[in-house]
């Protein structure tokens, strides 16, 4: 039985692209590679096996509930954002939401020091995979030392009977501050472009779609110059407003997770999937229900203190609509 009843309108025609950055996704085991103190059972966070299944427990039933008010099923195609290793990604699609549907996992270990990745899941009922890899960002700290980040995903694949490509996304983040980082996320945004010229290369009309957390709002530059020199389409960019968005910081709402895409996508075809709507999931079980940060994302931490939410962002959709 589905959360939301289905609207009259509601049609298996209509196919959910999601994406969801998981807010620090570990596991509770030390892996010697990277710095995951934080998420270990003897951690200040006190990260226990207990904590871990209930966050997964807690993102597989969001994650079971986007767009089905349309489409009636669970995305078909997922991003995801913040995953340790493969592993969490197998206890995710195994956890009590998913684990009916038939998710299958793509995902590789990148070089960011805290090691988290991103990812991408899909049903094999409506998508398949022909091919994947991944794209390191050459980034280089004051000191002329290599910063290590999140690699950029390429899946290329057939969802229901047409081929598409999928860039999952984490660009780096405002840590240092929005102006000194910045150049690092024109550096990601640069090498998508590199990537959709090399799959225009292959591909004449190529329907790509390109989503993920990109540290910066549909009007920063590093996206504006993506939309622009590639003819894409940012349905986000008319959902930022003063009173909702994606992430909230400092009682500011922003827009970092995104859903971008060929503007192919516009062209009607009964065979051929074309783009319907675009949404922020932001349900009400996914908010902070009280104090001053009512409406916010409920998270899991807020510092080293545990409050047992979903995540410090709202997952993003489109709905593509097929004949």
């Known amino acids: 039985m589905l959360l939301y009843p289905l609207e009259k309108n509601a049609t298996h025609n209509y196919f959910t692209i999601a994406f969801y950055n998981l807010e620090n996704l570990f596991d509770t085991f030390d892996d010697k590679h990277t710095r995951d103190n934080d998420f270990l059972p003897s951690s200040e966070k006190h990260w226990t096996q207990k904590r871990y299944n209930n966050k997964l427990k807690k993102l597989g039933y969001t994650i079971s509930k986007i767009g089905t008010k349309i489409s009636g099923n669970s995305p078909a195609i997922i991003g995801l954002a913040e995953v340790e290793n493969r592993l969490v990604v197998v206890d995710l699609i195994t956890s009590k939401g998913l684990k009916d549907t038939s998710y299958d996992i793509v995902h590789y270990d990148s070089p960011d020091e805290r090691g988290i990745d991103v990812a991408l899941i899909y049903n094999t009922k409506y998508f398949t995979v022909e091919d994947s890899e991944v794209f390191s960002l050459n980034l280089f700290d004051e000191l002329g030392q290599r910063d290590y980040t999140r690699d950029i995903l390429l899946v290329k694949g057939v969802l229901n009977n047409e081929k598409i490509y999928v860039l999952v996304n984490h660009w780096p983040s405002r840590r240092e501050g929005v102006d000194v980082s910045e150049k690092k996320r024109l550096i990601a945004s640069d090498k998508v472009a590199e990537i959709i010229d090399l799959i225009k290369q292959k591909d004449k009309n190529p329907k790509i779609i390109i989503m993920g957390d990109f540290n910066d709002n549909?009007?920063?530059?590093?996206?504006?110059?993506?939309?622009?020199?590639?003819?894409?389409?940012?349905?986000?960019?008319?959902?930022?407003?003063?009173?909702?968005?994606?992430?909230?910081?400092?009682?500011?709402?922003?827009?970092?997770?995104?859903?971008?895409?060929?503007?192919?996508?516009?062209?009607?075809?009964?065979?051929?999937?074309?783009?319907?709507?675009?949404?922020?999931?932001?349900?009400?079980?996914?908010?902070?229900?009280?104090?001053?940060?009512?409406?916010?994302?409920?998270?899991?931490?807020?510092?080293?203190?545990?409050?047992?939410?979903?995540?410090?962002?709202?997952?993003?959709?489109?709905?593509?609509k097929k004949g």
């Not at 996508?265 to 009964?270: A, D, L, R, T, V």
């Not at 409406?295 to 047992?308: A, D, E, L, M, S």
């Open 218 to 320: 549909p009007t920063n530059k590093s996206i504006k110059q993506l939309v622009n020199m590639y003819n894409l389409y940012n349905p986000m960019e008319a959902l930022l407003t003063h009173f909702k968005g994606s992430l909230n910081f400092k009682h500011q709402w922003n827009l970092f997770d995104q859903i971008l895409f060929s503007t192919n996508f516009f062209e009607y075809n009964p065979e051929k999937h074309s783009f319907s709507k675009a949404h922020i999931f932001d349900s009400e079980f996914l908010k902070q229900f009280k104090g001053k940060y009512k409406g916010n994302p409920f998270r899991t931490f807020v510092g080293k203190k545990y409050k047992g939410g979903y995540s410090d962002h709202f997952p993003v959709y489109i709905h593509l």
